[in-house]
């Protein structure tokens, strides 16, 4: 199976390559080709290459103290207190891991010694400017420009010198929203994998608990699953609910920043005659029941569950298919007819469904299938991108076959 990993990462290095070597030394616009990057990646290159030179082969470093700003940090603590399992990911895993402040410059990094080496090269280490004003395309760029978690693999990076390097990144944000920096987990590009992302949403959600005096709902938390299958655990153990309480619970998961009494009602309800007073018992059982705090005026999660769904997305909004294809286990909570839960899940649906009709990968499209029988279109990309002896294929055929009889 690794060796198919690699063939795929191969290809797509080469392919980016390729459109980086047509588009960025000359200034051309992206082609609308395959080779295509990203939309955000081919933004960030406009925006960037009026500041930056692409052959640019270090980052810039800060003028000032860099130890005493991260010594002054909010940011510092929460990462402290998480600091055995950022060394283990870090040495064990070969990955260098980044903190920077709202502007992009470095704060704090640690490495094994190859990979730290391999940084200082490129000047990924405390007081290098990473914004793309100063290094150009990049995870942590593109994460505190977007606000969003962002990926960049290889050649996606502006500056040729980082062409070896895949990022994985998210914004860390205070409890009044604004921004105080990025946190980063990079490694060379033939290590990428899907994974990578998941661990940075999770040590960037432990962070946040941390700033808010909480601890971060993770593993050892709340965890909901809600794609295919119901169930929830807290502490790893099982904790029984009433469908209504998962559904409520699956929709704060999937809406951050909440919903108003009256949106929540009728999210839930719909326009059946229920009173405000049955909305007000369901979430005062589900604070009881799942230990999470949620805010009253604005029915809001205030510390973070760790979330099937939302894990999904995040993977479907830095690219990040192969994930979302392993999360996604079917529709989600099947069998709910709650109008909220109904929207939400034709919203998955189409976002995972875009996805892997997008990707130029069969593993997707079989991996799909399966979990969506009837989907003709699916099936048909599938045998499109199967080799004509590749004995997959007779999946893909049988899974058509019976779609079309359906």
Request: contains cysteine; glycine residues 8%; hydrophobic residues 40%.
């Amino acid at each position: 199976m690794r060796s198919g990993q690699d063939s795929a990462l191969l290809r797509r290095r080469a392919a980016l390559e390729r459109q980086w070597a047509r588009w960025v030394p000359e200034r051309e616009a992206p082609e609308t080709d395959a080779a295509q990057p990203r939309a955000d990646v081919a933004q960030s290159w406009v925006r960037s290459r009026a500041f930056v030179d692409p052959a640019t082969d270090c980052a810039p470093a800060v003028a000032g103290d860099v130890a005493s700003k991260w010594a002054d940090s909010p940011l510092r603590g929460p990462i402290a207190e998480l600091s055995d399992q950022l060394h283990s990911i870090t040495h064990d895993a070969g990955f260098v891991a980044a903190v920077t402040d709202e502007a992009g410059t470095i704060l704090w990094s640690d490495g094994g010694q190859v990979m730290r080496r391999r940084a200082e090269r490129v000047g990924f280490t405390p007081g290098g400017r990473w914004d793309e004003n100063h290094m150009g395309t990049n995870a942590l760029s593109l994460a505190l420009h977007t606000g969003r978690p962002s990926s960049v693999f290889s050649a996606e990076h502006l500056v040729e010198a980082l062409h070896g390097w895949v990022c994985y990144c998210a914004p860390i944000r205070a409890t009044d929203g604004r921004q105080l920096g990025v946190l980063d987990l990079s490694t060379t590009w033939d290590r990428s994998h899907p994974l990578a992302m998941s661990t940075v949403l999770s040590l960037t959600a432990a962070v946040e608990a941390k700033l808010q005096g909480g601890v971060a709902n993770t593993a050892a938390g709340v965890r909901l699953e809600c794609l295919g299958a119901a169930a929830l655990t807290r502490g790893g153990r099982p904790l029984r609910l009433r469908r209504r309480l998962l559904e409520i619970l699956t929709l704060l998961a999937l809406e951050p920043d909440g919903y108003t009494p009256e949106r929540l009602q009728l999210a839930v309800y719909g326009d059946r005659p229920t009173g405000s007073s049955t909305l007000k018992a369901d979430v005062s059982h589900l604070r009881r029941a799942t230990g999470g705090d949620i805010s009253n005026r604005v029915y809001r999660l205030t510390t973070p569950v760790s979330c099937d769904a939302t894990d999904m997305l995040a993977a479907l909004a830095t690219g990040d298919t192969a994930t979302a294809v392993r999360l996604y286990r079917g529709p989600l909570l099947p069998g709910s007819q709650t109008p909220g839960i109904v929207e939400w899940r034709e919203h998955l649906e189409v976002g995972i469904r875009t996805a892997v009709l997008s990707a130029g990968e069969a593993e997707y499209a079989l991996d799909y299938g399966a979990k969506a029988p009837g989907d003709i279109a699916i099936h048909e990309h599938a045998l499109r991108l199967l080799p004509a002896r590749d004995a997959r294929r007779a999946v893909a055929a049988a899974r058509l076959h019976s779609a079309l009889r359906s």
